[in-house]
């Protein structure tokens, strides 16, 4: 039953975020947003399983999907999405040395090619955090599971679209994650 429920929660975790998709587009740092959450997140119930921290987002918030987000490239991307993203923060007069830091602390736990799309400020079991909504892809170069009918096979990585999804949730004082989600 377990495997079930965790089969279910990944499907609808990808049918949540393939819904949500606008038109594709190249990317660009004016299509990223800084949110701010009204409603606090009572319980780790409301945004500890996987896909609840995505439900978070505010239905008028258009998840940003890019055509061009690939693996190729993507230290740039990332800085560039970063930077908008804490400029945002700092012209809406929000935690942005914060955000940055905790771009810091993802950029260095997550081994993975790493596209931020949003980041939302909310209040979390009574802590103020910043989540962070991301596109990812295994780097280039790793070795990437593949099943096959001997098995699972391993084969190198070469250039993929950043078609994964996954947030963080980091406490705003003392950069404690308290919630992350993603797709396999």
């Known amino acids: 039953m377990k495997s079930f429920g965790l089969i279910f929660i990944v499907f609808s975790l990808g049918v949540l975020f393939a819904s949500a998709q606008p038109e594709s587009s190249h990317f660009?740092?004016?299509?990223?947003?800084?949110?701010?959450?009204?409603?606090?997140v009572r319980s780790a119930a409301d945004a500890s399983a996987i896909g609840d921290l995505w439900s978070l987002i505010p239905?008028?918030?258009?998840?940003?999907?890019f055509d061009d987000s690939t693996t190729d490239g993507w230290i740039e991307r990332f800085d560039i999405a970063r930077h908008a993203l804490?400029?945002?923060?700092?012209?809406?007069k929000?935690?942005?040395?914060?955000l940055d830091?905790?771009?810091d602390i993802i950029s260095k736990k997550d081994?993975?090619?790493l596209l931020p799309l949003i980041a939302l400020r909310a209040e979390f079991n009574g802590k103020q955090v910043w989540i962070i909504y991301l596109n990812w892809e295994m780097r280039p170069g790793l070795n990437k599971p593949v099943m096959t009918k001997d098995?699972?096979?391993?084969?190198?990585?070469?250039?993929?679209?950043l078609s994964h999804v996954r947030a963080y949730a980091f406490t705003i004082d003392s950069f404690d994650e308290v919630a992350f989600n993603t797709c396999l």
């Not at 098995?151 to 679209?161: A, D, H, L, V």
């Open 86 to 92: 804490v400029a945002s923060a700092k012209e809406l």
């Open 101 to 103: 830091r905790i771009f």
């Open 59 to 65: 239905k008028d918030v258009v998840i940003p999907h």
């Open 28 to 40: 660009t740092p004016a299509a990223l947003r800084v949110v701010t959450l009204t409603q606090p």
């Open 151 to 161: 098995g699972p096979q391993f084969i190198p990585t070469s250039i993929f679209e």
């Open 111 to 113: 081994r993975h090619a």
């Open 94 to 98: 929000l935690e942005a040395e914060a």
